[in-house]
């Protein structure tokens, strides 16, 4: 998919198109289509396009509204677009002519700063307004674009990646020690607005900016959690509607230029995706092509109970499918490290599962190589379409069965107490070593008061089954869609995950959590289970054992130890040092080349391979901004 970037000046008539040239260079990834300019005025917008729709081609961005008054740029692809050309009017001859951005142009002009609220997809736009100096940007309700942006009393600027808005040179090389220790704990509190420097911001999803002469302001125009619950007539009603949403949100994302692919795994999310699709496929004579990573070695010792291997499963939800060719990738070309390295390079900023970066990337580039420019995932199912549901929701001798009369007495007090009083309670119970879950130095946790601060979260505070999901989406906050964006662009691919669909998710959090758990059999992630009875295979649809991608990491560790003890060594050597606690890392590396346990393997990913993405990522930050002082 296509990006945007911009640039206002308070002062200079002259700096636009010069810093637009700079960002279109830092955009590479995003352009293979070539690129698109506007400026004037010490304003301008851009375009980096990547045609992944059939309309796709007759995208020219930025565009001029000489009538209006105004520049705009967008990137889009649009989930509501028969439903969007009906309301603007546009005839349905030349329908075929209109790109999805050009649609989003429409939308504009139509609503203006109320057209967010008549898009659905992957979008984002810039619309600037010369005559009052106005900036208007917008992003899409989940982030599945992104938009990071740099401000000063006499600059701003926007973009898509970090590294455009860095490429100017003007923005301080300046870490959020707090975003830093919030990433290695695992807290998902630097989510949002912020980044991993200081000096540059993200719009978050649903939300919009406005930059005038006398101020930079940013509104919510959504919000999921405002869902209400929806009954219908029984069970079978919520599958025959789940399916309905279900369906649209793949439908909708296949279409395509070229050739489509689809990341598949053991589970329940990945496997209604691909299946789903490839029926859908089957009607036009097509293939979907389905990558599975592959361990390479038994791994059986390090996921106990869970599925090491999910190639197995994948193999028969392809077969069941019957137009699914599997594409089992071991990934051996990326090396756990070399994965964190080359993600940082791309995205810019820590990411949460640096464990997994390696098949990841491996995958990428085995859909890349197979001429593959749309890959389908499933990756934000767990609190959506596979809601595993809550106990607590399902009648009372259900309860007392599942968790016996003291689990049960436990979750009745535990959810009476006060939220006023719970950041108490948690720190009572707290571990005085709570830190050594990752590799943060204590000296850090302690200096930023960690440990309470995170006991006053509201959001660690998830009472009902439904504040449990928002919890793990982060409506309004979530990164997730930025690191698909960035991901996405480098290896040529558009990352479209139907789970993510704003309709189906809707839909699905409105259903009543008792739904999502079948007493009669005990089944969980019942409505998934229900809806895909005919699709998926039972030893698929059924299975209760989780799958664990990246079980040989361990082993991938321990054929490159050359590589790890140089990594460790470049971290000790450097400002690292200060964040990361690197002497307990070499402790958890040597405790991970002995023992083929669960432990070993859950501390290489959180203490272990999170650290060294940390570590890695506070050394270049430094380094750059040790660079830009000597100049």
């Known amino acids: 998919m296509s990006a945007i970037y911009g640039v206002v000046s308070r002062d200079d008539p002259h700096v636009g ?40 081609r007759f995208e020219a961005m930025p565009v001029v509204d000489r009538l209006e008054g105004f520049a705009f740029t967008a990137a889009a692809r649009l989930d509501n677009r028969d439903e969007l050309i009906r309301e603007l009017g546009v005839c349905v001859n030349d329908a075929a002519r209109w790109s999805d951005s050009h649609l989003v142009f429409a939308a504009y002009r139509r609503f203006r700063e109320a057209a967010p609220e008549h898009l659905l997809g992957d979008w984002c736009f810039a619309a600037w307004h010369p005559r009052d100096r106005r900036l208007f940007l917008a992003r899409d309700h989940f982030g599945n674009t992104a938009i990071y942006y740099y401000a000063d009393a006499r600059f701003f600027a926007f973009a898509a990646s970090q590294q455009a808005l860095l490429a100017l040179g003007c923005v301080a090389q300046e870490l ?15 989510h949002g607005e912020r980044t991993s420097r200081r000096a540059i911001r993200r719009l978050p999803p649903a939300h919009t900016l406005t930059l005038t002469p006398e101020h930079c302001r940013t509104r919510l125009y959504w919000r999921m959690e405002d869902v209400s619950e929806l009954r219908l007539p029984g069970r079978a009603d919520y599958v025959e509607a789940f399916r309905a949403h279900f369906d649209q949100a793949v439908r909708v994302r296949l279409r395509a230029n070229g050739e489509i692919g689809s ?65 089992p990738d071991s990934c051996e070309q990326v090396t756990p490290i070399a994965g964190i390295r080359r993600t940082l390079d791309i995205y810019g900023d820590p990411v949460h599962a640096a464990g997994n970066l390696f098949w990841l990337i491996g995958l990428r580039q085995a859909a890349q190589r197979s001429g593959c420019q749309v890959l389908l995932i499933g990756q934000l199912g767990n609190a959506g379409t596979s809601w595993q549901g809550d106990v607590l929701s399902q009648p009372w001798r259900y309860q007392l069965k599942e968790l016996g009369l003291n689990g049960f007495a436990r979750r009745r007090v535990r959810d009476a107490v006060p939220d006023r009083i719970r950041p108490a309670i948690a720190r009572t119970r707290l571990d ?15 200096r930023l008061d960690l440990a309470n601060r995170r006991s006053e979260d509201p959001v660690q505070i998830a009472r009902s089954p439904l504040d449990q999901r928002f919890a793990i989406l982060q409506p309004g906050r979530t990164i997730i869609g930025t690191v698909k964006a960035a991901m996405g662009a480098h290896f040529g691919l558009d990352l479209r995950d139907p789970t993510g ?14 739904v999502f758990i079948d007493p009669a059999t005990g089944t969980d ?47 000790d050597d450097g400002p690292a040092a200060a964040y990361v606690d690197v002497s307990y890392m070499r402790e958890v590396w040597r405790n991970t080349q002995h023992n ?36």
């Open 525 to 571: 992630r019942w409505l998934v289970r229900a809806a895909m009875a005919d699709r998926l295979p039972d030893e698929v649809r059924l299975n209760r054992r989780r799958g664990r991608q990246a079980s040989d990491l361990v082993h991938r560790l321990r054929r490159t130890p050359i590589e790890v003890e140089a990594t460790l060594d470049e971290l």
């Open 432 to 446: 005085a070593q709570w830190y050594r879950s990752s590799a943060i130095r204590p000296e850090l946790a302690s």
């Open 17 to 56: 198109r010069a810093c637009l040239s700079v960002m279109a260079r830092a955009l590479a990834d995003f352009g293979r289509d070539g690129f698109g300019e506007w400026a004037e005025g010490g304003a301008g917008l851009g375009q980096a396009r990547r045609f992944t729709t059939p309309e796709g």
């Open 596 to 631: 083929d346990t669960p432990d070993a393997l859950r501390k290489a990913r959180t203490v272990l391979l999170r650290g060294i993405m940390a570590g890695l990522h506070v050394n270049a930050v430094c380094a750059a901004g040790a660079a830009k002082a000597a100049l």
């Open 501 to 514: 669909d704003i309709r189906l998710l809707s839909f699905v959090l409105s259903v009543p959590d008792w």
């Open 263 to 327: 990341q598949l795994s053991s589970g329940l999310d990945s496997g209604s995706v691909a299946t789903t699709a490839a029926s859908m496929l089957a009607q036009e004579g097509k293939r979907l092509r389905a990558f599975t990573w592959a361990p390479t070695v038994d791994a059986s010792s390090f996921v106990g109970a869970d599925i090491g291997d999910e190639v197995p499963l994948a193999r028969l939800t392809a077969a069941k499918a019957g137009n699914i060719d599997l594409h």
């Open 176 to 190: 959020d020690e707090l975003y830093l220790a919030q990433y290695l704990i695992s807290w998902p509190a630097y």
